[in-house]
């Protein structure tokens, strides 16, 4: 299957600080999808990006498949970003989404 | 709409005992999946289901079963708990598959935090 690989591993900001979530996927994909999982463990899907660039509010992703990457920007950071972010890809053949290991956020006030 | 709706959210089983983890969803999404998450790991697909009848394995489907009688529900079964199947599991649903062209947002239950002693 897939390898999808996510960095930074941690990440400490304080509030009101942008940052860049990394995902890099090892082949061709056709479904790319963010998650956060909130502290209490609910998953939570952010975007559906194949390809291309969305927004919604503070959030913005860009996936760039043709160089297998994909980036989820947070600005204006807020105590409620906290928690874990996922990218997960499904290849060009089959149903599986294959997860990353997740960049744990930790916004402080 | 509920969404997806997974029970129990915790429960303590001793090695060699069985149970199923109940999984519903009111969105008529055809496709439906089992994860399991281990502690600072990501999602690792244990069975998955393209429809009523229909159910394929994932990445780790060892020591678990899968049934789809119906579009609305998959229950997993673990039979002979064993301490490495320890985790936190989630259902989710999708209208269509992964690897669709046409793909949209996985839908996750909130979990069932299982302990095997």
């Known amino acids: 299957g897939i390898q999808v690989e996510q960095s930074p591993p941690d990440l400490i900001l304080q509030e009101g600080a942008n940052s860049t979530l990394r995902c890099n996927f090892s082949?061709?994909?056709?479904?790319l999808q963010w998650f956060h999982q909130n502290p209490w463990g609910q998953l939570i899907n952010l975007f559906y990006i194949p390809s291309g660039t969305k927004q919604n509010g503070r959030l913005s992703a860009t996936t760039v498949a043709t160089e297998r990457y994909s980036l989820l920007y947070i600005s204006s950071s807020q105590t409620t970003d906290s928690g874990v972010y996922f990218c997960?890809?499904?290849?060009?053949?089959?149903?599986?989404?294959?997860f990353g290991t997740g960049t744990s956020l930790t916004v402080i006030p | 709409n509920a969404g997806v709706t997974q029970t129990p959210k915790f429960r303590i089983l001793k090695i060699g005992q069985s149970m199923t983890l109940q999984c519903t969803q009111d969105?008529?999404?055809?496709?439906m999946y089992w994860y399991r998450q281990d502690p600072g790991m990501g999602l690792k697909l244990i069975y998955y289901s393209v429809g009523a009848g229909i159910t394929d394995k994932g990445e780790v489907p060892n020591g678990y079963n899968v049934s789809r009688s119906t579009t609305e529900d998959f229950p997993l079964r673990l039979e002979l708990a064993a301490p490495s199947q320890t985790s936190v599991y989630f259902c989710?649903?999708?209208?269509?598959?992964?690897?669709?062209?046409?793909?949209?947002?996985?839908?996750f239950g909130n979990g069932t935090r299982l302990t095997v002693t």
């Open positions: 989710a649903s999708s209208r269509t598959g992964g690897g669709s062209q046409s793909g949209s947002p996985l839908h």
């Open positions: 082949d061709s994909v056709n479904n």
């Open positions: 997960a890809a499904v290849g060009d053949t089959g149903n599986q989404f294959y």
């Open positions: 969105m008529n999404h055809n496709y």
